[in-house]
């Protein structure tokens, strides 16, 4: 079963608006909450990443919000670019380990 | 600096061939993982590594076998390939110590038919 769930599954958005995708997680055993960035023909890499016992994080037009009662958590990119479409996935580590269980991808398209 | 360096990038197979990935990172990581990326069902960790001549199972390891004889190489082997292994196959490495970002490699793109 999915231990990460995103959504949504795409995503279209205007040159300058709010992108905003979106995860939700069961087990509270995870403790580091990154985000990641794939164009197509390459590998996926790290955009911005949170832990638990903050709420937010900020980078630049990137923003992860971090919801931890509920279990969720979401990446906010503000003045959202043609250059910024992409796949993006986000991932979740438990405490103790290193392997990231991922969600299942949103592919954001920046209309110019 | 190379990074992960994955090869072949490309790779027909039919079925009941066998042919091995190899993963190579110049980074010193200690951790290396091998994962699958099919449409819908986002990345699924094969097997991983924590370190030289170890490896374990992640959550969708059948059909496939992995060794780590050099810190710096993971192979991963697909003994008989079958057509539900047709994905692409991407490693990654980390440093030792908690929540560091993975390094991904650009991936293998494989069919089997």
């Known amino acids: 079963q999915q231990q990460v769930k995103q959504s949504p599954q795409s995503l279209i958005v205007q040159k300058g608006g709010i992108s905003i995708i979106n995860c939700a997680y069961e087990n509270t055993a995870f403790d580091y909450f990154p985000w990641y960035q794939q164009f197509p023909g390459k590998g996926p890499a790290l955009l911005i990443a949170i832990r638990p016992d903050v709420s937010e994080k900020k980078e630049g037009r990137f923003t992860i919000s971090f919801n931890k009662s509920a279990k969720q958590f979401s990446l906010h990119i503000m003045d959202s670019q043609p250059g910024d479409s992409a796949t993006y996935f986000c991932?979740?580590?438990?405490?103790?380990?290193?392997?990231?269980?991922f969600g299942t991808g949103t592919r954001l398209t920046v209309i110019p | 600096n190379a990074g992960v360096t994955q090869t072949p990038k490309f790779r027909v197979l039919k079925t009941g061939q066998s042919m091995t990935l190899l993963c190579a990172q110049d980074m010193n990581h200690e951790y290396m993982y091998w994962y699958r990326q099919d449409p819908g069902m986002g990345l699924r960790l094969i097997h991983y590594?924590?370190?030289?001549?170890?490896?374990a199972k992640g959550e969708v390891p059948d059909g496939y076998n992995v060794s780590r004889l050099k810190k710096q190489n993971f192979l991963l082997g697909l003994e008989s390939a079958a057509p539900s292994q047709t994905s692409v196959y991407f490693c990654?490495?980390?440093?030792?110590?908690?929540?560091?970002?993975?390094?991904f490699g650009s991936g293998t793109r494989l069919t089997v038919v």
């Open positions: 590594s924590v370190g030289e001549g170890t490896t």
């Open positions: 990654a490495s980390t440093p030792l110590g908690a929540n560091y970002g993975y390094t």
């Open positions: 991932a979740a580590k438990r405490t103790g380990a290193n392997n990231l269980f």
